[in-house]
């Protein structure tokens, strides 16, 4: 169930990819030397977006429905469409992505769906094709107030379409500081910070297409230079071992479970471990990012500001996992 809008984007978009995917492949290998690219972790890139795809069409017909009744309800159905209707469509729709992403990444139940688009060691184009498999099943209630204010369930679908062209496109490392597009839009750098596993980098940065939420909601983190902070390592506090797609996927519900159900814990632990922020432990066990940063924190005071980068590396914290 796709609309015309959205079969054109796909069929715009496919042979662009391909084109951009080469010659940062070519870039990185030949000019750069260096191996940002391998051939397993491209396969499991584009494995996991196949499989999001899959869940996105199987539950279209549910996701459409609900906002198609929602739509109908609207108060202000008959918005007039033009240029008005799409610019606010456009910041809407990105507000709603923002809140999103923000609870995958503090929600333990949703970081659990969400931990496979952070789990490659890698940054490159086909990154971001690491989807979230699970997401269409519950993306669709984000969008439900759009709905109710007027937005066509279609134009809503297709704007997170054409945005999230945007959001592929950040991750790469070939492209600098953008300027002032760094001011208002989602760049490059700022997606890199995304990625990165460094304590002070960790939950930043969560828009897809405007950085304004991110600045406005207190989530902004800029990408600092080498000599101010440590290189950016990409990946997961803690890393796969032996990474497959079921412990890709399961992983992180796995452990969810394993910990939820353990013996000699109250309800509101239970609780916490499947709702709280993941790295939420009752014994001091593991730790948050919040818990990470404040340790990096003291740790750099300690040191008095003479920051070896080495010191800095994810290594020294415990997993948010
Ligand atoms: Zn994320
Ligand atoms: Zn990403």
Redesign the pocket.
Same mark, same amino acid.
């Given at each position: 169930m796709l609309s015309i809008k959205e079969q054109l984007l796909l069929l715009y978009s496919a042979p662009f990819y391909l084109i951009i995917i080469s010659i940062e492949i070519l870039l990185t290998n030949v000019r750069l030397k260096t191996k940002n690219y391998t051939l397993k972790d491209t396969a499991t890139n584009i494995l996991l977006t196949l499989l999001n795809a899959g869940i996105d069409f199987g539950f279209k017909l549910v996701s459409m429905m609900v906002l198609g009744l929602v739509f109908m309800k609207s108060p202000f159905e008959d918005w007039k469409i033009g240029f008005s209707y799409w610019l606010a469509l456009l910041i809407a729709e990105d507000f709603a992505y923002y809140w999103l992403h923000r609870f995958d990444h503090e929600v333990r139940f949703f970081w659990a769906v969400h931990v496979t688009?952070?789990s490659s060691q890698h940054f490159n184009f086909t990154? #971001?094709f690491?989807s979230s498999v699970f997401e269409p099943l519950y993306r669709f209630v984000y969008f439900i107030p759009l709905a109710w204010f007027g937005f066509k369930p279609l134009d809503i679908v297709f704007m997170y379409s054409a945005t999230q062209i945007w #959001?592929t496109l950040?991750?790469t490392e070939m492209i600098g500081k953008l300027g002032w597009l760094e001011k208002i839009f989602v760049t490059p750098s700022h997606?890199r910070v995304?990625?990165a596993s460094n304590p002070k980098y960790l939950d930043k940065n969560m828009g897809m297409f405007l950085i304004i939420w991110d600045k406005f909601f207190g989530t902004f983190q800029e990408e600092l230079p080498e000599e101010e902070y440590a290189p950016i390592h990409y990946g997961l506090t803690k890393n796969l071992e032996k990474p497959n797609i079921i412990k890709l996927l399961f992983h992180e519900w796995h452990q969810i479970w394993k910990d939820a159900t353990a013996s000699d814990l109250t309800c509101n632990q239970r609780f916490n471990y499947i709702f709280g922020p993941p790295g939420y432990s009752h014994d001091g066990s593991r730790k948050t990012s919040d818990e990470m940063r404040a340790e990096e924190q003291v740790f750099l005071g300690e040191i008095n500001g003479a920051i070896d980068a080495t010191l800095l590396e994810p290594k020294m914290v415990s997993t948010k996992m």
């Open positions: 688009h952070h990154t #971001g690491r #959001g950040v991750h997606h995304h990625h």
